[in-house]
C-alpha cells in the first residue's frame, strides 16, 4: 500500500509498521489480524532482558522483618479466630462504631494486647501493634491511636505523676475512654490560636472551661460522639490577678475534662456534644463536636508537666516562656506522626500487594496468534507501579529508621535527637502520606473495573487512608516545618553550630554541591556510573542544596519589601520544593545504607535494582531541575530516563517476589483478585457463582 | 543573636530574617512573636498586584451556558420539590438502588423530562440532563446512561427499524429497563476477545446464547442485578455449515436478550444472575454478573444493522470485513465517551467551586498583630487550586465543542466527521477524566478536615467519579488509540491524503516545528511574548510534531528486532505522553479560540487571564522536554515559572467571579462549607448546633 525504498525517512517502511501498528493496536477498533509473522511474539521488553534475578523471598522477607513480627500474628490469629469481629463491606456508620469497640475491646481484655503499655516504653512495639489492626480495620487503629497515643498519651507524656497514678489503668483496660480535645472549628493548624478558655478560679480552686463562641466549638474530636467519658481540653489557661480585676492569658495548656458520666454514661451539665456525622472514610470512629458551658474542673486536672498553678493562683513552669511551654506541650505529640508515617507505608505495601499480584494474573491483548499477556508487561503499566514499588522499599526503610531514631529519643531524651526527631517524622509524615494517597488511586486505576469492587479494597483503604494527610498536621504545614527547620540549619553551618545526623550532609558538602556543576561528569552517561550510589546521592543533595541555598537568598530580598510573612508566602512553593527534595535525600540515604548492610548477596542485589530504580526514577521527575543547570547533560538525560525504564522492566521481573517478601498473608490482603492461588475463582465464588 | 554585617552573602540579614521566619512559621512548634514591625502585614503576593480585574460575572456566565440551561432547570426543581428522592449521605446499597430507580421514574413519568428522545436527535440536551441529574446524585446519571445511552442506544443504533418499532416506546417509558452486556470476567479491553456465544439454529430460526466458561460470565454489567429485563448481549456469531459438521466464527455481535420475565420480574431460565456487590461507588446502580446456559432467542433479536442472517442461515453485511463490521459497530457507541468527558467537567467545576468558596472562607494564621488570612492566599494553595480552574475553564470549552461535533456527526453522518470525534472523544474522555480524579483528591486536601466530611462531597464525588476513568474505556487504552490515529494521519500527511480538521495543525506546520528550536525566540522571555497565544501554541504543537516524528522513528527501529506488538510496546509510555500533548494541543487551541469569540471586553480579559495560565502551567510542568531540546533557554524556563506563579495569583484574585460564573446555586453545590453565605453557621447547624 506504501511506497517502499520511499527516501523521505519518516516514511517508507516505517510508515508501513506504523500502519500495521494501528491496524493491529488502536485496541478497540481495529482487530488484530491473524497473519503476521512470528517475530512478533516478543513483548517489547524480552530481547533486553538479561538473566532473570533470582531472589530469594524468605531472606529478603527476613531482613525487612521488624522485631515485632509475633505480636502482629497474635494479632491476626485473634481476629482470624472471631469472624464476628470482622468489618463487614457494608456497615452502617453507628454499627461500625459499635463493632470497632468491640474490636478493641476484644484485643484489650479477651487477646490481652495491651498497647498503652508500650506507648512510652517501647514504642516500635505499638506502631507494631498499630499497622497489624489497622489492616484488619482502619478504624480500629484510629480508634486505638485516639485512646492510647492521643489521649493516653497527653494524661502521660503532659501530667504528672498524680495524673499516671489516677488514669493509667483506666486508660489501659478501657474503663476510662478519652479524646484528645484540640482542633476547634475554626482553628486546626493554627493551635496557637486556639480560643477555648480555661480560667482558674481561685475561691473554689477550680478552672472553668468554656467555649466562647461557635468558633471554638471542638470539632472531629475521635471518641467524642460516642465513647468517650474524658477529654483531654486544649484551652487557653486565663489566670486572674490577685485582685481579680485583670486576667492573663497564659497560653494553650490541656486538662482533663469529664464529659460524660463513667457509670451512667450520660452527658455531663455544661457539655454539649453532637455527632460530625458520616465521614469520607473511618466511619468506625465516633467523631464529635464539644461546646463547653462554663464547665468545672479541679485544679489539679490540669496537665502540668510543663506549666502549673499554685493553689493560690500563681504560674509555675520550669521553662522560661510561652513560646518553650507550647513547643515542649506539642513536642510531646510527635509520636503520633511517627505512627502514621509507619501506617501509611503498611497501606502502601498492602495496595501494592494487590494491584501487582493483580496486574500478573490479569490478561489482555497480545502479539497476534500468541497468548495474551500479563497486564504488568505492559510498559506503561510497569510505569504506574513499579516506581511505586522501589517508594514502598524506600519508605519501609525510612520509617523503621524513624521509629528506631523515635524509640531511642523517648529512652534517652538526648536534645539533638528531639530536633531531629521533629522534623523527620513531620517531613516523612507529609511526603509518606501523600505520596500514598496519590498512589491508592493508581492502584485501584490499574486494576479496572474490577479494582472498583469493595472487595478489592482500594476504596476503603483510600477513604480510610485520605485524613492521613491531614490530621496530626496538615502536610502543607508539615513541610514548611521541615523547610523552616532547613533554614535554621543552614544559618547554623555558617556558624559553626552542631549538625544533626540527618543533616550532616549540609555541612560536610553544601560548598561543593554549590560550586558549578563539573562539565565532564556532567556528560557521564554509562549504566555504571548512573547506578553509581554517590551520583545518586550527589544528586539529590545538589539539588538540596541549591534550593535551601537559593530560597534563602530570596527570602533575605522579599523580606526587604513584604516582611517576613509576605516573604515566606511569596516563595512558599520554593520552600516546598526544597522540603521535598530533602526528605528525598534522606530517603535515598537510608535506602542505600540499607542496601549496602543487607547480608543476604541474592536480597541486596534485587535490593540494590529497587534503589536504583527509586533514586533515577526521582531524578528523571525532576529532570527540568537538572537540565536547567546543566547539572546533567541532554545526552545523560536521556541516558537517565531510558535506564529508568530499563529498570521497571527488571523490577517486574521480580515483582511477584519483591511483594511476597512484604509479607501480607493472603488472610491479611483479602482481596479476591489479590490471592496467592485461584484468584478467579475466589472472586467469582464471592459473587455467588 | 546573628552577627549583622557578616560578610557571608548567604548570613546577615537573611539569616536573621529565615531566623525570625522559623519562630513565626514553624507552625506547631514555633508561636508567632507579638512584636513584629507593621511592614510584615502583607501577605507575600501584595506588591505585585495590579488593578484587580473586574469581572461581569452574569455576562461570562452568559458566555459559558450551553443552550439547554433550561431542561436542566427543570431537573434541579423537579428535585427541589421531591426531598424525599433526595440522595440522603447514609444509605444501604439495596436502599440506594430502589431510591435510584424511583428518580429514574420520577423524572421520566412524573418530571416528563424523556432523555431517550434526545440520545439520536439531540444529543447535545441529552447531554446537558445528564450532567443536572449527575449533580443530584451520579448514581441516577448512570443508571440513566445505561438505559438509554447504552441499553436503549444499542437497540437504536445497532439494530433496524424492527427493532425501534418494537422497543422504543418500552425503553423510553421504562416498560423496558434493560443492560448492555457486553464485558466478561476476563475481558474488558479486549472486545474482540469476548467468549459468549450465539450460535444459530437452523432448525428453529433461533440463536442459542452460552457462556462457555467462567471467564466469560458477563461481568459489572448495569441494571443486571436488580431492575433489568432485557440485555443486548456482545456475543460471537457463530454459523453452522450447510451440513453443520463445522461452524463458522463471524466475530463479535449483539444481540436482545430477555432476562427477566416482563411481567413477573423472574429470572427467566437458562440465565443465571448474582450480584456484583458493594462497589467503591455508584451503589445506587445495581451492577451484575450473567452466566447464560443455551438461552434461545428468536433470530430477529440480532441487532442487525450491519450484520445479518437469514432465514438459511446466511450471512450478510453491507460491510466487507469483520474488522470493518466490529469497528462500525463500536463506533455507534462513542456517545457514552462524550457524555463521560462532558460529565467529568461538570464534577471537576462542582469539586472546584466547593474547594475555592471554602478556601476563600477559610482563614490560618496570617501576619503578627493581623488578622488570619484566607488560606487561598497562600502561594502554595493557588498553586494546588488556580491551575486546576484554569484546566476546568480549558476543559469546558474543549467538552463543548466535543459535543457539538458529536451532534453533527449524528445529524450528518459525514466520514470525515466520524473519525474526528472517535479519536477526539477517547483522548478527552481518557485526558480529562484522569486529570477530574487527580484534582478530586486534590480539593478534599486542600479543604483540610472539613473536606472530610462527608456532607462536603469530596468523599462521594471521588468514589462515584473514580470509575469515570475505566469504563467507557479504559484510559491507557483510548490514549493508544489517539495515538495510533495521530501516526496515521502523520504517515497520510506524507502521502497528501486529507486531515481532519483536528489534526490540521500537523500538516500545516509539522516542517516548521520539526525544524531546529529559533536561538532568538528561545531566548524572549518578555511577559507580553509568553502570553501571545501563537507562542504558546507553537508551543505545545512542536512538542507534539516531535513526539510523533520521534515516536514514528523508533517505531521503525524497533519492530524489525520485536515485532509490531513488541515495539508499540517499547514505545507505550512515549505513545501516552504523545496523546497527552496533542490532547492538550488540541484543548489549547479550542480555548484560544473560546477567548477570542467572547464579545464582552470584561469576560473575554477573565478567560485570556485563565488561558494564559492554562497555557504556561502546562508548559512548566513538561520544561525538561522544551528545555532538553534548548526550546526555552534557562532564563526563559525561569520567567515562564515566575509567570505562571503569578498568573496563579491574579486568577485568585477573581477566582471568586470565575467559580460564581460555573452558575452552580448552593442547592445544587450543598456543601455546608461551600455555602454562598453563613457557610460556618450552616456547617454548625447540620452538626445540631
Given amino acids: 500500500m506504501e511506497p517502499r525504498n520511499n527516501p523521505n525517512p519518516a516514511s517508507g517502511d516505517d510508515t508501513e509498521i506504523v500502519s500495521r501498528r494501528i491496524e ?60 464476628e469481629l470482622q468489618t463487614p463491606l457494608e456497615i452502617s456508620k453507628n454499627d461500625h462504631r459499635e463493632l470497632c469497640w468491640r474490636q478493641l475491646v476484644g484485643l484489650v481484655r479477651e487477646a490481652g494486647i495491651k498497647p498503652f503499655r508500650y506507648v512510652a516504653d517501647d514504642p516500635a512495639k505499638y506502631f507494631a501493634i498499630l499497622e497489624a489492626i489497622g489492616s484488619v480495620d482502619m478504624s480500629l487503629g484510629i480508634k486505638m491511636g485516639v485512646q492510647y497515643s492521643l489521649w493516653g498519651g497527653s494524661v502521660i507524656n503532659l501530667g504528672t505523676q498524680k495524673h499516671k497514678d489516677t488514669y493509667f489503668d483506666g486508660i489501659d483496660n478501657l474503663d476510662y475512654p478519652g479524646c484528645f480535645a484540640m482542633t476547634e472549628l475554626h482553628h486546626g493548624s493554627n493551635v496557637q490560636a486556639l480560643q477555648t478558655t480555661a480560667t482558674f478560679d481561685p475561691i473554689t480552686d477550680e478552672f472553668i472551661i468554656n467555649t466562647p463562641n461557635d468558633g471554638a466549638i471542638k470539632w472531629w474530636i475521635g471518641n467524642a460522639a460516642v465513647h468517650g467519658k474524658l477529654a483531654s481540653v486544649f484551652a487557653r489557661l486565663m489566670l486572674p490577678s490577685h485582685d481579680s480585676k485583670e486576667v492573663s492569658d497564659m497560653g494553650v495548656h490541656a486538662f482533663i475534662v469529664p464529659i460524660r458520666h463513667l457509670d451512667t454514661h450520660e452527658t455531663l451539665p455544661g457539655v454539649e456534644i453532637h455527632d460530625c456525622g458520616q465521614k469520607v472514610g473511618l466511619n468506625g470512629v465516633d467523631n464529635g463536636a464539644l461546646r463547653f458551658n462554663s464547665v468545672r474542673i479541679p485544679r489539679d486536672n490540669l496537665l502540668n508537666r510543663f506549666g502549673d498553678v499554685s493553689r493560690d493562683g500563681k504560674y509555675t513552669s520550669s521553662l522560661p516562656t510561652v513560646n518553650k511551654r507550647f513547643a515542649a506541650t506539642l513536642g510531646e505529640l510527635v509520636g503520633g506522626r511517627v505512627g502514621l508515617a509507619y501506617s501509611s507505608v503498611a497501606v502502601l505495601k498492602l ?13 489482555q491483548f497480545g502479539p497476534p ?21 522501589a517508594s514502598t522499599y524506600a519508605f519501609h526503610f525510612a520509617t523503621s529508621y524513624l521509629v528506631e ?10 536534645e539533638q535527637l528531639v530536633g531531629d526527631v521533629h522534623a523527620l517524622s ?64 543552614y544559618q547554623e553551618k555558617f556558624q559553626g553550630g552542631a549538625l544533626t545526623v540527618t543533616w550532616n550532609y549540609l555541612r560536610e558538602s ?3 554541591y554549590l560550586s558549578q556543576p563539573n562539565p565532564v561528569t556532567a556528560r557521564w552517561e554509562g549504566e555504571d556510573h548512573l547506578r553509581d550510589p554517590k551520583f545518586q546521592l550527589d544528586a539529590f543533595r545538589y539539588r538540596t542544596s541549591r534550593l535551601l541555598q537559593s530560597v534563602a537568598v530570596r527570602l533575605r530580598k522579599h523580606s526587604t519589601t513584604l516582611g517576613g510573612f509576605g516573604a515566606w508566602n511569596r516563595c512558599l512553593n520554593h520552600l516546598l520544593t526544597l522540603a521535598e527534595s530533602h526528605i528525598e535525600t534522606v530517603i535515598l540515604a537510608k535506602f542505600i545504607e540499607a542496601v549496602q548492610n543487607c547480608p543476604d548477596p541474592s536480597a541486596r542485589s534485587a535490593l540494590k535494582l529497587v534503589c536504583d530504580l527509586y533514586a533515577l526514577n526521582r531524578i528523571w521527575n525532576d529532570i527540568g531541575t537538572y537540565r536547567n543547570v546543566d547539572y ?10 531510558k535506564l529508568a525504564d530499563y529498570l521497571s522492566f527488571q523490577v517486574r521481573n521480580v515483582a511477584r517476589e519483591l511483594v511476597d517478601a512484604f509479607d501480607l498473608p493472603d488472610n491479611v490482603t483479602r482481596a479476591p483478585i489479590a490471592m496467592q492461588s485461584e484468584a478467579y475463582s475466589q472472586y467469582t465464588n464471592y459473587v455467588g457463582f
Same sequence: chains 1, 2.
Fill in 632 to 641: 546533567v547533560a541532554p545526552n545523560k538525560a536521556k541516558a537517565i530516563h
Fill in 405 to 414: 531514631k523515635y524509640a531511642e529519643m523517648k529512652r534517652t531524651h538526648d
Fill in 510 to 512: 553544601m560548598n561543593s
Fill in 426 to 489: 513531620a517531613g516523612l509524615k507529609a511526603y509518606v502520606t501523600s505520596y500514598t494517597a496519590r498512589s491508592l488511586n493508581v492502584c485501584r486505576e490499574s486494576c479496572g473495573g474490577h479494582g472498583y469492587a469493595a472487595v478489592n479494597r482500594f476504596g476503603t483503604l483510600r477513604n480510610d487512608h485520605d485524613i492521613f494527610q491531614t490530621f496530626e498536621g496538615d502536610n502543607t504545614v508539615l513541610l514548611q516545618q521541615v523547610a523552616g527547620d532547613l533554614l535554621k540549619r
Fill in 351 to 363: 495496595a501494592g500487594t494487590i494491584a501487582i499480584r493483580y496486574s500478573l494474573l490479569r490478561q
Fill in 24 to 83: 493491529r493496536l488502536s485496541l478497540h477498533l481495529n482487530p488484530t489480524p491473524r497473519t503476521l509473522p512470528d517475530g512478533d511474539r516478543q513483548i517489547g521488553m524480552a530481547t533486553c532482558a538479561r538473566p532473570k534475578l533470582e531472589v530469594d523471598t524468605g531472606k529478603l522477607s527476613g531482613y525487612m522483618r521488624g522485631p515485632h513480627r509475633d505480636v502482629q500474628e497474635k494479632v491476626f490469629d485473634y481476629f482470624e479466630s472471631r469472624p
Fill in 369 to 389: 496468534r500468541k497468548p495474551e499477556v500479563s497486564i504488568l508487561d505492559y510498559q506503561s503499566h510497569q510505569h504506574k507501579l513499579m516506581p511505586m514499588l
